[in-house]
Nanobody, 119 residues
Framework: VQLQASGGGLVQAGGSLRLSCAATARTFSSYAMGWFRQAPGKEREFVAAINWSGGRTNYADFVKGRFTISRDGAKNTVYLQMNNLKPEDTAVYYC?????????????WGQGTQVTVSS
């Protein structure tokens, strides 16, 4: 599966962005999808994940209540709605895909999209 992330940009603290990740997979519905991020000088970290049906989601504690992951099977796309953004959310955001459970290691990665939050 190939993944193309988009939607990043520069936003002021308190603002919102919606990231999109388009997947080129005929069997998109068989993949769990996740969003990860990597800030300068830091390791990549988990942000959110959604199972194959969209019926189960998981979030890192630092985004709970602010970010929402969703998927649209008709468009082969997963989204990350990010509200109340903070400067510490500044990072390159990556979408990823894996077969099976949304837990565990992801083996398909997109190219990343930059999110910059100014204070």
């Amino acid at each position: 599966v190939q993944l193309q992330a988009s939607g990043g940009g520069l936003v002021q603290a308190g603002g919102s962005l919606r990231l999109s990740c388009a997947a080129t997979a005929r069997t998109f519905s068989s993949y769990a999808m996740g969003w990860f991020r990597q800030a300068p000088g830091k390791e990549r970290e988990f942000v959110a994940a959604i199972n194959w049906s969209g019926g189960r989601t998981n979030y890192a504690d630092f985004v709970k209540g602010r970010f929402t992951i969703s998927r649209d099977g008709a468009k082969n796309t997963v989204y990350l709605q990010m509200n109340n953004l903070k400067p510490e959310d500044t990072a390159v955001y990556y979408c990823a895909a894996k077969r099976g459970s949304e837990f565990g290691n992801y083996d398909n990665w997109g190219q990343g999209t930059q999110v910059t939050v100014s204070s």
